[in-house]
């Protein structure tokens, strides 16, 4: 678009401006509501001026955009949920994943530090499933001695982790309790 042409639909815009605030106080109801929508819709009207037909109706344009503007907005805001003092946002709870990134990061040091053959027991029930006695025959030993192993290695983890009992995996204690008392916070 021109210069010349953008000068003149500034002010055929302009010109509608009193017939427009007009139509949004019918619609909006107030005069704060439809300030806004009118400068909505002269922001619309201004951005897509190029699928503006020259020659046609552009009150009937302006009023075409404010109208599907009012009803988009209207239609946002009942899906919207009214929290003016925070309560439905304190209750959105996302738990913190760096926690877990540290957790792993301690989990396989410690893993690390295990003896050889405790962490290939452990790792080969634990983390791969197998049985007790497949991971006898990977390892080329009694199951008996598959079993011991892992136990072993549970132990030492659970000391080198500082853990004194299964209850102590997961997270925080803190941000559960936070995570329960959300709604969704399954």
């Not at 909006?28 to 109706?57: C, H, I, P, Y």
């Not at 907005?73 to 926690?99: C, F, H, I, S, T």
Request: some cysteine; charged content about 25%; overall charge negative.
């Amino acid at each position: 678009m021109n210069e010349k042409a953008r000068l003149s639909l500034k002010d055929l815009l302009l010109a509608e401006i009193p017939s427009l605030r007009v139509f949004a106080l019918s619609l909006a109801g107030s005069s704060d509501r439809a300030d806004d929508l009118v400068q909505d819709t002269l922001m619309k009207a201004w951005s897509s001026a190029s699928s503006f037909t020259e020659g046609t109706n552009m009150r009937a344009w302006l009023f075409t955009i404010m109208r599907n503007t009012f009803f988009s907005q209207y239609r946002k805001a009942r899906r919207e949920v009214q929290d003016v003092d925070g309560e439905a946002a304190a209750r959105l709870v996302a738990m913190p994943d760096q926690l877990a990134h540290l957790d792993l990061a301690d989990f396989r040091a410690c893993l690390e530090r295990l003896p050889d053959d405790q962490r290939e027991a452990l790792v080969l029930i634990g983390a791969s499933g197998f049985s007790y006695e497949e991971a006898a025959e990977i390892c080329g030993c009694a199951v008996g001695t598959i079993k011991s192993r892992v136990n072993r290695a549970r132990r030492r983890l659970m000391e080198l982790l500082a853990l004194s009992s299964v209850e102590d995996f997961g997270p925080d204690p803190a941000l559960s309790d936070r995570a329960a008392a959300a709604p969704f916070g399954d």
